[in-house]
């Protein structure tokens, strides 16, 4: 859309107020509900917003101890640049408008500290290599039928988790039947965004629930998750409920989001698959399969950020503990797909429910373009199952400061991603690590502790 069009699309839409959304480094939304006359005025730029917004952490610490050469030394001001080709109407409140942006300098220069932004670096590297990729997620949350007030009050405790049985299980309509009212106002508010979706079920957790966000370009679907995420959020507020993405509420199952990605030409041809090749698998996707594996360890950081997502890494409870790979290996970090060209595809089982997706798919890809780059060996498959694997298999990072290390020793993720960036995120994780240990949460706890629920539960 035209800037010069926006004024006939409010006026169409019923449109005078918008909500801009940009994402921070931790996951959070953030933005300012703006007049439309504002909004337009604004336009390119975009509005002013206080340099900390993306410098603090998920409990709103500023980031003092480390710096950026684009931050702001004083906390002044950065910008919000809004993404009007995102815009649309809210469909529940009439007047209301939503626009995705992206954090700028003040200057307007892209700001590497950006999520969105650093995604839409990695496309351009993808593209410059002459491919383009589809990607899709599976969010899993819990769903309890009680408020967000009334939880913190009973300090997490015995929450009412959403479904007809207090047994794990999985699929089980009977749960879903209970969950059904709240993911109906869910899809139809989904669906007035304009948001895709294929399908939700009853997951393995009591109360817990997976929802598909239909496949697309990597910006657009990172875009539906935090829109998907928000949208969540508010109907369980509107319903008197409450929802969370936090990795492991529990010491049963925890919570991941899976991201699915394959490649195609720029002219939309997929490459991953042929037919002459054993398992279908192109030479192409050996070599990107390759740079996956190679910087598995690496990326474990960005896909599980948070103190309390390492809790969901143990042997046989779905999350993968090995750099391992294989055909419709679940057991496995990467599953494999290759049924036909169009659906041949790499799932990557590790990422957390509490992840940045912007930062999820720019590491994929930043890993995949090494794996090209280098023309890396592809390991062996692991055919059998990968839980347990002492000895052949190289072991995950489960520790929030393992994978620091991981990260910061990685041959090819800083070189794509930034060495800046890539330190100023290890950086954040360490300030993580240091909150935990310094505000309450208890070390030696096997259990969820009250400062992961005060940190995690309603905010990521």
Same mark, same amino acid.
């Given at each position: 859309? +035209?800037? $010069?069009?926006?004024?006939?699309? !409010? %006026?169409?839409?019923?449109? &005078? #107020?918008? /909500?801009?959304?940009?994402?921070? *480094?931790?996951?959070?939304?953030?933005?300012?509900?703006?007049?439309?006359?504002?909004?337009?005025?604004?336009?390119?730029?975009?509005?002013?917003?206080?340099?900390?917004?993306?410098?603090?952490?998920?409990?709103?610490?500023?980031?003092?101890?480390?710096?950026?050469?684009?931050?702001?030394?004083?906390?002044?001001?950065?910008?919000?640049?809004?993404?009007?080709?995102?815009?649309?109407?809210?469909?529940?409140?009439?007047?209301?408008?939503?626009?995705?942006?992206?954090?700028?300098?003040?200057?307007?220069?892209?700001?590497?500290?950006?999520?969105?932004?650093?995604?839409?670096?990695?496309?351009?590297?993808?593209?410059?290599?002459?491919?383009?990729?589809?990607? +899709?997620? $599976?969010?899993?949350?819990?769903? !309890? %039928?009680?408020?967000?007030? &009334? #939880?913190? /009050?009973?300090?997490?405790?015995? *929450?009412?988790?959403?479904?007809?049985?207090?047994?794990?299980?999985?699929?089980?309509?009977?749960?879903?039947?209970?969950?059904?009212?709240?993911?109906?106002?869910?899809?139809?508010?989904?669906?007035?965004?304009?948001?895709?979706?294929?399908?939700?079920?009853?997951?393995?957790?009591?109360?817990?629930?997976?929802?598909?966000?239909?496949?697309?370009?990597?910006?657009?679907?990172?875009?539906?998750?935090?829109?998907?995420?928000?949208?969540?959020?508010?109907?369980?507020?509107?319903?008197?409920?409450?929802?969370?993405?936090?990795?492991?509420?529990?010491?049963?199952?925890?919570?991941?989001?899976?991201?699915?990605?394959?490649?195609?030409?720029?002219?939309?041809?997929?490459?991953?698959?042929?037919?002459?090749?054993? %398992?279908?698998?192109?030479?192409?996707?050996? /070599?990107?399969?390759?740079?996956?594996?190679?910087?598995?360890?690496?990326?474990?950081?960005?896909?599980?950020?948070?103190?309390?997502?390492?809790?969901?890494?143990?042997?046989?409870?779905?999350?993968?503990?090995?750099?391992?790979?294989?055909?419709?290996?679940?057991?496995?970090?990467?599953?494999?797909?290759?049924?036909?060209?169009?659906?041949?595809?790499?799932?990557?089982?590790?990422?957390?429910?509490?992840?940045?997706?912007?930062?999820?798919?720019?590491?994929?890809?930043?890993?995949?373009?090494?794996?090209?780059?280098?023309?890396?060996?592809?390991?062996?498959?692991?055919?059998?199952?990968?839980?347990?694997?002492?000895?052949?298999?190289?072991?995950?990072?489960?520790?929030?400061?393992?994978?620091?290390?991981?990260?910061?020793?990685?041959?090819?993720?800083?070189?794509?991603?930034?060495?800046?960036?890539?330190?100023?995120?290890?950086?954040?994780?360490?300030?993580?690590?240091?909150?935990?240990?310094?505000?309450?949460?208890?070390?030696?706890?096997?259990?969820?502790?009250?400062?992961?629920?005060?940190?995690?539960?309603?905010?990521?």
């Amino acid at each position: 859309m +035209a800037i $010069e069009d926006l004024p006939d699309w !409010f %006026d169409r839409h019923h449109v &005078d #107020i918008i /909500r801009t959304h940009a994402t921070t *480094l931790d996951g959070p939304g953030v933005g300012k509900y703006i007049h439309r006359s504002k909004f337009y005025g604004s336009l390119p730029a975009g509005h002013a917003i206080a340099d900390t917004a993306i410098a603090i952490d998920i409990a709103g610490s500023p980031h003092l101890s480390h710096w950026h050469d684009q931050r702001v030394e004083n906390f002044g001001d950065i910008l919000v640049k809004p993404d009007i080709d995102t815009l649309i109407s809210d469909g529940t409140n009439p007047a209301l408008g939503h626009c995705i942006a992206d954090f700028t300098t003040a200057t307007g220069e892209e700001l590497r500290l950006c999520p969105r932004t650093q995604l839409k670096r990695m496309i351009r590297l993808l593209s410059a290599r002459g491919y383009c990729m589809k990607a +899709a997620f $599976e969010l899993e949350f819990y769903l !309890f %039928d009680e408020s967000f007030e &009334d #939880i913190k /009050r009973k300090q997490y405790q015995q *929450l009412r988790a959403v479904g007809a049985s207090e047994k794990p299980n999985m699929y089980l309509l009977k749960n879903a039947y209970h969950a059904a009212p709240f993911m109906t106002e869910v899809i139809k508010r989904l669906e007035w965004k304009g948001i895709g979706w294929e399908a939700w079920n009853d997951e393995a957790g009591v109360g817990q629930i997976e929802l598909n966000i239909n496949a697309g370009d990597p910006l657009t679907v990172c875009d539906n998750v935090v829109r998907t995420k928000q949208v969540l959020y508010e109907v369980a507020l509107d319903m008197d409920m409450a929802v969370t993405f936090m990795a492991a509420p529990s010491s049963l199952f925890g919570s991941g989001m899976h991201a699915h990605h394959s490649l195609t030409t720029i002219e939309g041809t997929p490459v991953f698959y042929d037919s002459d090749k054993p %398992d279908n698998r192109s030479d192409l996707m050996n /070599r990107w399969l390759a740079g996956q594996v190679a910087n598995l360890s690496g990326s474990v950081s960005f896909l599980s950020p948070t103190m309390n997502a390492y809790r969901r890494f143990r042997d046989y409870t779905a999350v993968p503990m090995t750099a391992t790979w294989s055909m419709d290996n679940r057991s496995t970090a990467l599953r494999l797909i290759s049924s036909s060209k169009s659906a041949t595809r790499i799932e990557n089982r590790i990422g957390a429910a509490d992840l940045n997706p912007y930062l999820a798919l720019a590491t994929t890809i930043a890993a995949g373009i090494a794996g090209l780059d280098n023309d890396l060996a592809l390991p062996d498959e692991t055919k059998k199952l990968a839980w347990g694997n002492a000895v052949t298999s190289e072991k995950l990072p489960t520790t929030i400061t393992t994978a620091i290390e991981a990260l910061e020793n990685n041959q090819h993720l800083p070189a794509y991603l930034g060495e800046d960036f890539t330190q100023y995120w290890a950086n954040t994780r360490r300030a993580e690590w240091l909150a935990f240990h310094t505000e309450g949460g208890d070390p030696e706890s096997k259990n969820v502790t009250e400062w992961e629920y005060e940190r995690y539960f309603r905010l990521v």
